[in-house]
């Protein structure tokens, strides 16, 4: 007769029923473990301790990397994935929800050139705000966030205008989209902007705002409107061509003029890192800069062949993380909190190339 409860079923429920430490609730447990300055430690001690770090309760959650991906192939599909630093390994994301619309990534007319589709995080939500149909009409009536602490998808308010190849961008846990075309060309369109705030108090609306850009010159491309200080920060075109750059004070709803040393460095993507410090990639120099307002000049960090053809960049927690053309296909993280900064590159899944990369709490289990 075989055991009804065979040896390694007891152990996992003795383990099961064990307090995170021994003499306390697990309440104060929780809060006494969140104190530990790294949780690869905590991950490193039991596997309570590890259902601990992926459990939505833990009062402050790590830091993972999240990305958009494209299969190698011909597919159209997009993918999403997670890497969790503790373990290494990337996972899927859950699948979006079936009523997503198909976004478009290539089409005859641009054979040289992906379609952008375009992403922001905010409130540690990954936010799709715009992106095109097969007929060139934007794709999202309205933005498909994924949460992942409580690891879901789910739609946000339906925007005042959809659009595509507009500025989009994040400050103070509200969304914002600028200038971009509807589903024609329109004057008014291209001089608006709408805001979302996640955190209001009056309920999930788009709201247009009163501040108008000057003319339409910024719905020529998809580009990022970067949080920093109180204000968006954008360009028209994206590259090292020459651009024109404009910031919106959010206090003020009201534009004004690029400093002229931030547009002169701006060439390539550019990020702020807790919304206080600018951070960019030459594209074509693979130099790694930050801003220095008093100065009005962007100071080189580091320089890495890795960072060539820079596409999309995000920073946090001492971290910038590049999609470039010189990672093939991978993702170069620099921690500029080091002396020197180091730089290394993380390989994405086998048979995809990233598109963009966000960092975002870690993926509850």
Not at 120 to 130: K, Y
Not at 157 to 166: A, F, G, S, V
Request: proline share 9%.
């Amino acid at each position: 007769m075989s055991d009804p409860d065979p040896p390694m079923k007891r152990q996992k429920e003795e383990e099961e029923e064990q307090p995170l430490l021994p003499g306390l609730p697990d309440e104060i447990a929780e809060l006494c473990l969140s104190t530990v300055r790294r949780p690869s430690l905590v991950f490193s001690v039991c596997k309570s301790w590890r259902r601990l770090l992926y459990s939505p309760c833990f009062p402050d959650p790590f830091l993972s990397l999240y990305t958009t991906l494209l299969p190698n192939s011909s597919s159209q599909s997009l993918h999403f994935s997670g890497f969790d630093p503790l373990s290494s390994k990337w996972e899927p994301l859950p699948p979006p929800p079936q009523e997503q619309p198909l976004l478009l990534l290539h089409h005859p007319s641009f054979l040289s050139r992906k379609l952008p589709i375009q992403t922001v995080t905010v409130s540690t939500n990954l936010i799709l705000l715009a992106a095109t149909t097969n007929n060139f009409n934007p794709a999202l009536s309205r933005p498909l966030l994924f949460n992942p602490i409580l690891r879901t998808w789910f739609f946000g308010p339906p925007l005042l205008t959809p659009r595509r190849w507009c500025a989009a961008g994040s400050l103070g846990g509200a969304v914002y989209v600028a200038s971009g075309i509807g589903s024609h060309f329109s004057t008014d369109v291209a001089r608006s902007v709408e805001k979302w705030d996640l955190e209001s108090c009056s309920g999930w609306r788009w709201e247009k705002m009163e501040g108008r850009l000057k003319d339409g010159r910024f719905s020529r491309d998809a580009v990022d409107a970067v949080g920093w200080e109180g204000r968006l920060c954008m360009v028209n075109v994206k590259g090292d061509a020459a651009k024109e750059g404009l910031v919106y004070d959010v206090g003020k709803d009201a534009w004004r003029d690029m400093p002229e040393g931030m547009l002169k460095g701006w060439r390539g993507p550019v990020s702020a890192m807790d919304e206080e410090v600018l951070y960019t990639v030459d594209e074509t120099k693979g130099s790694l800069r930050k801003y220095d307002q008093e100065i009005d000049c962007w100071v080189e960090i580091i320089s890495s062949r890795m960072l060539v053809g820079a596409q999309h960049i995000a920073a946090a927690a001492g971290k910038v993380c590049v999609v470039s053309d010189g990672a093939d296909g991978g993702i170069v993280v620099v921690d500029v909190r080091a002396a020197p900064p180091r730089i290394w590159m993380l390989d994405t899944p086998p048979g995809f190339q990233a598109l963009t990369v966000h960092i975002l709490p870690r993926m509850s289990r």
